[in-house]
């Protein structure tokens, strides 16, 4: 039990939709990241906040965007859905910059 | 640049150990990682190194770094069923903090 709670679990979507994953951290989590994590391939980091400021990004178009709410709740936004965007995104949680995080079971998502 | 490498498939027998290798390229990298996945689930933290340490020993797991080769090791003693699962060799400069994953290694326990 990691206390990183995401949802949904799946979600169908098609190409060229908007969609919003969410993610609610502990309470005290400052810091939370995002990865993408394609089939059959390791987790790519998306972006981090902290404190509600977007503090570092990866290599993602600004068509994924986020945000953290003051309730240690977060959200992925990604407009214009393409059918590479299908994946399972996952979120991470920690209470600071420096402490490690710690990852939620993510949510599926399916692009038709 | 940063590039994290592992071999993608291993199969041992119950009982015997296990040895999932990775290599990474960032030399400026601080901290390194296992994490295990499991189907259908997240990212579950086994061990780290710091990469001023040669080794680090938890229980079964023994983590062997050379950072002269840049290659990271993660043994698994006396490997069981449960252990079966998908292991991602992971990089940060910051501990804990936006990893740079391998492609992970889907470790098969046969009976």
């Known amino acids: 039990e990691t206390g990183v709670t995401q949802s949904p679990t799946h979600l169908i979507k098609t190409r060229g939709q908007q969609v919003t994953l969410r993610c609610s951290s502990q309470?005290?989590?400052?810091?939370v990241s995002w990865y993408q994590q394609a089939l059959g391939q390791g987790p790519q980091f998306i972006f981090q906040?902290?404190?509600?400021?977007?503090?570092g990004r990866g290599n993602f178009p600004p068509r994924f965007s986020g945000l953290q709410f003051p309730n240690y709740s977060s959200e992925l936004n990604v407009n214009a859905l393409e059918l590479d965007d299908s994946a399972l995104y996952l979120c991470?949680?920690?209470?600071?910059?420096?402490?490690?995080?710690?990852f939620g079971d993510g949510t599926r998502l399916s692009i038709l | 640049g940063e590039d994290v490498e592992q071999s993608l498939f291993l199969s041992v027998r119950e009982g015997d150990s296990s040895v999932i290798n990775c290599t990474y390229t960032?030399?400026?990298?601080?901290?390194l990682y296992w994490y295990k996945q499991e189907p259908g689930a997240g990212l579950q933290l086994l061990t780290y190194?710091?990469?001023?340490?040669d080794m680090k020993q938890d229980q079964r797991l023994t983590v062997l770094l050379n950072k002269k080769d840049k290659h990271l090791s993660l043994r698994i003693a006396d490997t069981q069923t449960g252990d079966s699962a998908i292991y991602f060799c992971?990089?940060?400069?910051?501990?804990?903090?936006?990893?740079?994953f391998g492609p992970g290694t889907r470790l098969s326990v046969l009976p």
């Open positions: 190194i710091f990469s001023n340490m």
């Open positions: 960032d030399s400026s990298s601080t901290y």
């Open positions: 309470s005290g989590h400052n810091t």
């Open positions: 992971a990089e940060s400069i910051d501990y804990g903090q936006n990893f740079v």
């Open positions: 991470a949680s920690s209470p600071d910059r420096d402490q490690p995080q710690h």
């Open positions: 906040y902290y404190r509600e400021e977007e503090n």
